[in-house]
């Protein structure tokens, strides 16, 4: 019995994550999500006190998912610009967009502070953790020392979700490809020579 609802839990989570990503939160009602995950209404209900709640759930796994995959790339690399540039030339499909970037578009999650955290929380690390390799390849003489870690951090960060907001209006993932090669050739600028 135990398994069973935890595994119901899960499958509700997962539906709302993946149908979240597809229609953002409006346009994605709790039977669409009961539908998904096979769960019946009492079932949901009976995790969930509702939409929100169980959309929160869903969002917090998907901001997980997505720090786990930008440590992973930030891990990689040397020095900081290689371990930035991993970042942000990661495959990515742009014409879905960010699972978490894209909620920050939506007017209820924005007005709901529940729902609006764990898109400001994902974004504050991820901005955080590229400013601190930002910070350390500025100690280490690799990269020009006035760089500010900060701006630079949040300007990898824009680039990327700028760059979903781009190919997504040309309906192309080339847009989304020159955003991110030009700010490796941006950063690649800020190195210095022979280290």
Same mark, same amino acid.
């Given at each position: 019995?135990?398994?069973?609802?935890?595994?119901?839990?899960? !499958?509700?989570?997962?539906?709302?994550?993946?149908?979240?990503?597809?229609?953002?939160?409006v346009g994605t009602?709790?039977?669409?999500?009961?539908?998904?995950?096979?769960?019946?209404q009492g079932s949901?209900?009976?995790?969930?006190?509702?939409?929100?709640?169980?959309?929160?759930?869903?969002?917090?796994?998907? $901001?997980?998912?997505?720090? +786990?995959?930008?440590?992973?790339?930030?891990?990689?690399?040397?020095?900081?610009?290689?371990?930035?540039? $991993?970042?942000?030339? !990661?495959?990515?499909?742009?014409?879905?967009?960010?699972? &978490?970037?894209?909620?920050?578009?939506?007017?209820? &999650?924005?007005?709901?502070?529940?729902?609006?955290?764990?898109?400001?929380?994902?974004?504050?690390?991820?901005?955080?953790?590229?400013?601190?390799?930002?910070?350390?390849?500025?100690?280490?003489?690799?990269?020009?020392?006035?760089?500010?870690?900060?701006?630079?951090?949040? +300007?990898?960060? +824009?680039?990327?979700?700028?760059?979903? &907001?781009?190919?997504?209006?040309?309906?192309?993932?080339?847009?989304?490809?020159?955003?991110?090669?030009?700010?490796?050739?941006?950063?690649?600028?800020?190195?210095?020579?022979?280290?």
């Amino acid at each position: 019995m135990y398994t069973a609802a935890v595994e119901t839990s899960e !499958r509700l989570i997962d539906s709302a994550a993946e149908l979240l990503w597809e229609r953002g939160y409006v346009g994605t009602s709790p039977r669409a999500i009961q539908e998904r995950a096979g769960a019946g209404q009492g079932s949901m209900y009976h995790h969930f006190r509702g939409k929100p709640d169980l959309a929160e759930a869903a969002m917090r796994r998907s $901001a997980g998912q997505l720090r +786990a995959q930008a440590e992973a790339q930030l891990a990689t690399g040397r020095t900081a610009q290689e371990k930035a540039a $991993a970042y942000l030339l !990661r495959e990515r499909d742009a014409l879905r967009g960010c699972r &978490v970037g894209r909620m920050a578009m939506d007017p209820d &999650v924005i007005a709901s502070e529940q729902l609006r955290a764990p898109v400001r929380e994902t974004f504050d690390w991820l901005t955080g953790r590229l400013a601190a390799i930002v910070a350390d390849g500025v100690a280490a003489g690799e990269l020009r020392e006035g760089l500010d870690p900060d701006d630079t951090a949040s +300007a990898i960060v +824009a680039v990327v979700q700028g760059g979903y &907001v781009l190919a997504r209006a040309a309906g192309s993932q080339e847009p989304f490809d020159r955003a991110v090669r030009g700010a490796v050739a941006l950063l690649a600028a800020q190195a210095v020579p022979g280290r």
